[in-house]
């Protein structure tokens, strides 16, 4: 497809990281599948690819996907935001062919070689078994050189043309975001301390620094596609931020509970995830209020026309507001206390709000800016949705709920069996592993994590066919 | 020891069901609580809806005593809860505010 409607290198460049990404995005699910498929049939893939292999490939997947699509978003905005062209967009451009290939060679090592030996030379090469972040200390080294050029780019850019509120926000939030990664690139062989700093890599990204990406992503979107007044929401932009680092930094303490950090942090936690999910529900507010201010205007001069420039994109930022509050709102809340935690952490609860949380806060909002991209590239003024748009949101979206729905199911026979009767003992977890509702919950989640890979498909053949559809107002 | 610090008691089997629907529902009627008191002041609701969404609030309140109830939970979590359900009721108020007050400026 032609780049010909795209007048600046930045949204090209952005362009190349969406499409890196949605292969990723593929690549995880796959795997996500394999390693599902293993808890019904435990010898599929034996010694070929085994469950720890298919589920480092899963979720580091996860995190290189919506890190390569956060830095695509970027490069999207920021000459709309800026004004100008990005500065550096060459070294931009050169450090994309750089980490797309490191994360080939690192994939690859993930599943040729899998495992290494008991010193330093894995942790080098083959891979730091730290979950999510797994990545061999030279890819390490390599990432933050990437993300180093990429701060680069996002601050010069931002200091040379109209640094607006959002470009403002995510200039601090992308070197937050950048910094906290080396809390994760230390060795220690206590794994109390390992795991405290782990911690502050994946809660501070997903609790406070990647939530608010999400904000500044949806101000942007809310802008671009039904008009909202800029000053509203670069307003709320701000109030969302001290909300979200508010609770969110201290939230940190409910990872915090079992351990081996002292005992003060059960306070902390309490109190800070108590805190939580206000500023998810003050999001899901704020799209209410500005669709309905947009479409209230709108109605009002006479005009019964949606305010919506690109329906598709427009349902995934509203599914990300249901999503969040869904995922890292209701299912993070209800086991976020150290009282109900104590029976919760470590089983399949966790699961589902990861499922939930991590799809419907951050891939949600990606698969749109990939719509807005198609957009963009295809020069569509209004863009409509398509057969293809709804069944695969329906069916992605759809399937991720069922997964978490199931992965509920078995969740609750982990506490109650595992748990509460049995006392967190080894007999009690197999016990609960063998119990027929664990077992069902993991059939379902299967055939929901099924639903979702062709919804995947769905969803890629609409991304590469609906700009050429004829419905769209251009 | 645990038992002696983090609650008052253990957490009977029979009690946890009870804990995850009520603190699901502690979002849910939060959510409604939010978004009928944000529709009725976007006009997306008439006036009437109003009362409603205090309704809501009164749920959401009654569900976090009831999850920390349940939970037994001890005197600073207890404190913890009740800073949450108001911070939940003066929360819409407060952005609400906020907002409309810069689309005024905006607008004029």
């Not at chain 1, 506490?415 to 664990?438: D, H, I, K, N, P």
Request: with cysteine; glycine share 10%.
């Amino acid at each position: 497809m032609a780049n010909s409607y795209l007048t600046t290198e930045s949204k090209k460049l952005a362009t190349w990281y969406f499409t890196f990404a949605a292969i990723i995005f593929g690549a995880q699910l796959l795997f996500g599948l394999v390693a599902a498929t293993q808890y019904v049939i435990p010898g599929f893939l034996f010694e070929i690819v085994d469950f720890s292999v298919a589920r480092m490939i899963h979720i580091n997947a996860l995190v290189v996907w919506m890190v390569f699509a956060m830095i695509g978003s970027v490069y999207w905005l920021l000459p709309d935001e800026t004004g100008i062209e990005t500065v550096g967009i060459g070294l931009g451009k050169l450090l994309f062919w750089v980490f797309a290939a490191a994360i080939v060679v690192v994939v690859l090592v993930y599943l040729l070689v899998q495992v290494g030996p008991a010193d330093e030379t894995s942790l080098w090469l083959i891979h730091e078994g730290r979950e999510y972040i797994e990545a061999p200390r030279w890819a390490d080294i390599g990432i933050v050189v990437v993300v180093l050029g990429f701060i680069y780019n996002l601050y010069a850019t931002g200091m040379k043309g109209n640094r607006s509120g959002i470009v403002t926000v995510l200039m601090a939030d992308m070197l937050a975001f950048a910094g906290i990664y080396l809390a994760g690139m230390g060795y220690t062989d206590n794994i109390s301390i390992d795991q405290f700093w782990w911690w502050w890599v994946i809660h501070l990204w997903v609790e406070a620094t990647w939530e608010v990406f999400v904000g500044s992503i949806a101000a942007y979107g809310l802008i671009t596609m039904i008009g909202a007044h800029r000053k509203v929401v670069e307003m709320w932009l701000w109030i969302e931020v001290a909300m979200l680092f508010g609770s969110g930094i201290l939230g940190m303490g409910h990872h915090y509970f079992w351990i081996g950090t002292p005992e003060y942090w059960w306070e902390i936690g309490a109190l800070f995830s108590a805190l939580e999910p206000l500023p998810l529900v003050a999001m899901f507010i704020h799209v209410l209020y500005d669709w309905g201010k947009m479409q209230g205007e709108e109605s009002a001069k006479g005009q019964d026309v949606s305010v919506i420039a690109n329906k598709p994109a427009f349902t995934w930022f509203v599914l990300n507001a249901i999503g969040n509050f869904l995922g890292a709102g209701v299912w993070g809340f209800f086991h976020t206390f150290p009282q109900v935690n104590l029976y919760t952490h470590g089983t399949q609860f966790t699961s589902a709000h990861g499922h939930l949380a991590f799809f419907g806060a951050y891939g949600t909002l990606l698969i749109g800016m990939f719509y807005l991209a198609v957009q963009g590239k295809n020069g569509i003024k209004v863009m409509n949705a398509t057969k293809k748009s709804i069944w695969g949101t329906s069916m992605i979206f759809g399937g991720v709920l069922g997964m978490t729905a199931a992965l509920t199911l078995s969740g609750y026979v982990d506490v109650l069996v595992s748990r509460a009767q049995m006392g967190a003992t080894w007999s009690g977890y197999f016990e609960g592993q063998a119990s027929m509702w664990f077992m069902q919950g993991m059939d379902w989640r299967l055939i929901m994590g099924v639903v979702t890979f062709l919804g995947f498909f769905v969803l890629v053949a609409d991304l590469l066919s609906i700009g050429k559809a004829t419905h769209h107002k251009r | 020891m645990v038992g002696e610090v983090l609650m008052t008691k253990d957490i009977l089997v029979d009690e946890f069901l009870t804990i995850f629907v009520s603190s699901t529902l502690v979002l849910v009627f939060g959510g409604f609580y939010v978004g009928i008191y944000t529709a009725v002041k976007v006009k997306l609701l008439k006036n009437w809806a109003m009362p409603f969404s205090y309704l809501f609030w009164i749920l959401t309140a009654y569900c976090l005593y009831l999850m920390g109830s349940y939970m037994h939970v001890n005197e600073f979590t207890a404190k913890a809860l009740v800073v949450a359900a108001i911070g939940i009721l003066l929360l819409p108020h407060a952005v609400y505010y906020m907002q409309d007050r810069v689309h005024e400026e905006n607008e004029h």
